[in-house]
């Protein structure tokens, strides 16, 4: 991408002229004001939403104001570019879609022919079509809407990756990596930050939880070695409405079931491969979903494990979650082959370490030994953020929030106009900090 913030700027005046204004806000905090009136309040508290008082998800956020960007003048920066290479794969940009799970989420609130269960279709293929026009990475995520195979085909030849969710079954855990190098998937991304689910007040105080409801659990129920553990649970229950047959939190068995139930359940049925009516009338629905809730993570994970997934896999591995030094350089020796600096947007840990903050420490330690690559995420919502995470060390960073509100607003026209947006911005910035490629981002940028 050459000189894109000139093109992306002078196409929205050119268009203000005509009283056309841009699909989705430019200002960050319009953008996520406006996806919040859009979306559903269960969404919107998922999406936004971090972990206890949102100290995190604040210290993410103001964490870039701590480090200024420095202007240079009378560089010649005529011709800048933003591609990059990451694992031997030419970039646009230096820039990524990060995993999001649940997306269905963000777009619930358009109430297409179908409803609510037309939220499936419109969440990561529309992601797919604004990634591949753009040429950039999707992340596909573990808890995704719709089962990867079927983002790959939207993807195209566009690049792609896989995000891990490790399960407690490691058949799931081999079945999943094998799809996703199946479906041209280039590296497996491990996320470590969320063997226990973190304590997220808001989603807490609506008694929200998407996978409770079969939202986001696409890539299990579309999984033989998943489908074999819900079969197993249905015959050791030996009849519908057997122990553990109600839906998770609902507290049906207190006597006649609620609307809220009801709902959950019609949920479940709608999600489940196969007619509706027929999911509403056998056990495997509610079985999948209690399926889920037993293996979805596991606690006892170690770094020895690593070589477990090594010997599975030939694709680069990165784990993302590291906020510490030492635990880059234990991943970086157990067979990693790459390092994402990442809080999970805050969603864990209320009053943890901002993202941005632990990056330069990770950076510092990986360097002294290898070239392996730092991605960041946590915190990004403007390309002013994409620089200062690059001057800091990164490689290249993920966005997480920004896009899928864009989703939420517009569509894959507006993950793509909110990814322009932010690229811009980030090529303008270069030019008025004196800088023509992301390989010239450099501390010497900031006011440290």
């Given at each position: 991408?050459?000189?894109?913030?000139?093109t992306?700027q002078s196409s929205?005046?050119?268009?203000?002229?005509?009283?056309r204004?841009p699909?989705?806000p430019?200002?960050?905090?319009?953008?996520?004001?406006?996806?919040?009136?859009?979306?559903?309040?269960?969404?919107?508290?998922?999406?936004a939403?971090g972990a206890?008082?949102?100290?995190?998800?604040?210290?993410?956020?103001e964490?870039?104001g701590?480090?200024?960007i420095?202007?240079?003048q009378?560089?010649?920066?005529?011709e800048?570019?933003?591609a990059?290479t990451?694992f031997g794969?030419d970039?646009p940009a230096p820039?990524l879609?990060?995993?999001v799970?649940a997306l269905?989420?963000a777009v619930?609130?358009q109430r297409?022919?179908?409803?609510?269960g037309a939220?499936?279709?419109n969440?990561e293929?529309a992601?797919?079509?604004?990634?591949?026009?753009l040429?950039l990475?999707?992340?596909?995520?573990s808890?995704?809407?719709v089962p990867?195979?079927?983002?790959?085909?939207?993807?195209?030849d566009?690049p792609?990756?896989?995000?891990?969710y490790w399960?407690?079954d490691?058949a799931?855990?081999?079945?999943?990596?094998?799809?996703?190098e199946?479906?041209?998937c280039?590296?497996i991304?491990?996320?470590?930050?969320?063997?226990?689910?973190?304590w997220?007040?808001?989603?807490?105080?609506l008694?929200?939880?998407?996978?409770?409801?079969?939202?986001?659990?696409a890539q299990?129920l579309?999984?033989?070695?998943?489908q074999?553990?819900?079969?197993?649970?249905?015959?050791?229950?030996?009849?519908?409405?057997?122990?553990?047959?109600?839906?998770?939190?609902?507290?049906?068995?207190?006597?006649?079931?609620?609307?809220?139930?009801?709902?959950?359940?019609l949920?479940?049925a709608r999600?489940?491969p196969g007619?509706?009516w027929r999911?509403?009338?056998?056990p495997y629905?509610?079985a999948?979903?209690?399926?889920?809730?037993?293996?979805?993570?596991?606690?006892?994970?170690?770094?020895a494990?690593?070589?477990?997934l090594?010997?599975r896999?030939?694709l680069?591995?990165l784990?993302?979650?590291i906020?510490?030094?030492?635990?880059?350089?234990?991943?970086l020796?157990?067979g990693?082959?790459?390092?994402?600096?990442?809080?999970?947007?805050?969603?864990?840990i209320d009053?943890?370490?901002?993202?941005?903050?632990?990056?330069?420490p990770?950076?510092?330690?990986?360097?002294?030994?290898?070239?392996?690559?730092?991605?960041?995420?946590?915190?990004?919502r403007?390309?002013?953020?994409v620089?200062?995470a690059?001057?800091?060390g990164?490689?290249?960073?993920?966005?997480?929030?920004?896009w899928?509100?864009?989703?939420?607003?517009?569509g894959?026209?507006?993950?793509?106009?909110v990814?322009e947006?932010?690229l811009?911005?980030?090529d303008i910035?270069?030019a008025l900090?004196g800088?023509?490629?992301p390989?010239?981002?450099?501390?010497?940028?900031l006011a440290l």
């Amino acid at each position: 991408m050459r000189n894109v913030g000139r093109t992306v700027q002078s196409s929205i005046y050119r268009d203000g002229l005509f009283g056309r204004l841009p699909p989705v806000p430019t200002s960050p905090d319009a953008l996520a004001e406006a996806a919040r009136r859009r979306m559903t309040r269960t969404g919107w508290s998922y999406v936004a939403g971090g972990a206890g008082a949102q100290r995190t998800v604040d210290a993410n956020r103001e964490a870039f104001g701590r480090y200024r960007i420095v202007p240079r003048q009378m560089v010649d920066v005529g011709e800048r570019s933003l591609a990059t290479t990451l694992f031997g794969r030419d970039l646009p940009a230096p820039v990524l879609f990060g995993p999001v799970g649940a997306l269905e989420l963000a777009v619930q609130h358009q109430r297409a022919r179908g409803g609510r269960g037309a939220a499936p279709r419109n969440a990561e293929p529309a992601l797919a079509r604004a990634a591949r026009d753009l040429g950039l990475p999707v992340v596909i995520s573990s808890q995704a809407s719709v089962p990867m195979e079927d983002t790959a085909a939207v993807l195209g030849d566009s690049p792609r990756w896989f995000q891990l969710y490790w399960s407690s079954d490691d058949a799931v855990v081999e079945s999943f990596v094998a799809r996703a190098e199946a479906s041209g998937c280039e590296a497996i991304v491990v996320t470590l930050d969320t063997h226990v689910l973190g304590w997220r007040t808001l989603d807490l105080d609506l008694g929200y939880l998407p996978f409770a409801r079969a939202e986001g659990i696409a890539q299990y129920l579309s999984d033989p070695e998943f489908q074999k553990l819900v079969e197993a649970r249905v015959r050791g229950r030996g009849r519908a409405g057997g122990a553990g047959s109600e839906p998770a939190g609902q507290g049906a068995a207190t006597g006649r079931p609620t609307l809220a139930a009801v709902r959950s359940l019609l949920s479940m049925a709608r999600h489940h491969p196969g007619p509706t009516w027929r999911n509403l009338s056998q056990p495997y629905a509610r079985a999948a979903v209690e399926t889920f809730l037993d293996v979805f993570s596991r606690s006892t994970l170690a770094w020895a494990d690593l070589a477990w997934l090594r010997q599975r896999t030939t694709l680069p591995i990165l784990v993302k979650g590291i906020q510490h030094p030492d635990d880059a350089h234990r991943a970086l020796d157990h067979g990693a082959n790459g390092i994402i600096v990442s809080n999970h947007g805050g969603r864990q840990i209320d009053n943890a370490v901002a993202s941005l903050d632990a990056l330069g420490p990770v950076v510092d330690a990986v360097r002294r030994h290898t070239r392996a690559p730092v991605l960041f995420d946590s915190g990004i919502r403007t390309g002013a953020d994409v620089f200062t995470a690059l001057a800091l060390g990164a490689d290249a960073v993920l966005l997480g929030r920004p896009w899928v509100y864009g989703l939420a607003l517009a569509g894959a026209d507006g993950v793509r106009a909110v990814t322009e947006h932010i690229l811009a911005e980030l090529d303008i910035t270069m030019a008025l900090a004196g800088v023509s490629t992301p390989g010239q981002i450099g501390r010497q940028n900031l006011a440290l």
